[in-house]
């Protein structure tokens, strides 16, 4: 059965910095690329990153560009988020999400982390 | 990365059929044959419903069905019943990004 449970979300200060994590099981991870997905309360989703099965593409929205860092190790089978520069509209939840093989959209979701920026 | 549009809302009667729209460009869900579909119950991980326009994951029931003409995607839902009452939400991929719709929240009356 494929799982992805992430942790690491919490309150953190405008301007912190948080690293969120992914573990993944279930599945052959080194074979898919893998995505964060976030959902601000109340609010629609949001693409945030993806990165290829061997890391060798990566893509961030520019609303995270230059701030965010993704990262995965496939010895681990885990996927990361390293977050940077925190600001208030960071908050939401983050969602670990795997791609479809051969194609793009995600088949697999966590439960989510819940990341609050707030002083 | 500008959001694709939907409609905020959408609603049918149990037994109806329903058509949610998710209009982009031709940058995103014009370009490409990688537009999904995901449903989402209140405080639960959305849940892949459509995927490259129109192939459904195994356990979907074919009572959901997309398609796709120019820069507009549609997702239909036949045979309503009280438990497709959620929020649904369309991804397109767009080459080095990908970008969601608004959501659609629809009731079943």
């Known amino acids: 059965e494929v799982q992805l449970v992430e942790s690491g979300g919490g309150l953190v200060k405008p301007g912190g910095s948080l690293r969120l994590s992914c573990a993944a099981s279930g599945f052959t991870f080194s074979s898919y690329s893998m995505n964060w997905v976030r959902q601000a309360p109340g609010k629609g989703l949001e693409w945030v990153s993806s990165?290829?099965?061997?890391?060798?593409?990566?893509y961030y929205a520019d609303s995270v560009k230059g701030r965010f860092t993704i990262s995965r190790d496939n010895a681990k089978n885990s996927l990361y988020l390293q977050m940077n520069s925190l600001r208030a509209e960071d908050t939401a939840v983050y969602y670990c999400?795997?791609?479809?093989?051969?194609?793009?959209?995600?088949?697999?979701w966590g439960q989510g982390t819940l990341v609050t920026v707030s002083s | 990365q500008s959001a694709l549009t939907q409609p905020r809302s959408v609603s049918g009667s149990p037994g109806q059929s329903v058509t949610i729209s998710c209009t982009g460009t031709s940058s995103d869900v014009g370009g490409y044959n990688y537009v999904s579909w995901y449903q989402q119950h209140p405080g639960k991980a959305p849940k892949l419903m459509i995927y490259?326009?129109?192939k459904r994951p195994s356990g979907v029931p074919d009572r959901f069905s997309g398609s796709k003409s120019g820069n507009t995607a549609s997702l239909t839902i036949s045979g309503l019943q009280a438990e497709d009452e959620a929020d649904y939400y369309c991804c397109s991929y767009a080459g080095s990004y990908r970008v969601f719709g608004g959501g659609t929240k629809l009731t079943v009356l």
């Open positions: 999400a795997r791609d479809i093989r051969y194609s793009y959209g995600f088949d697999y």
């Open positions: 490259d326009v129109s």
């Open positions: 990165i290829s099965s061997s890391s060798s593409y990566i």
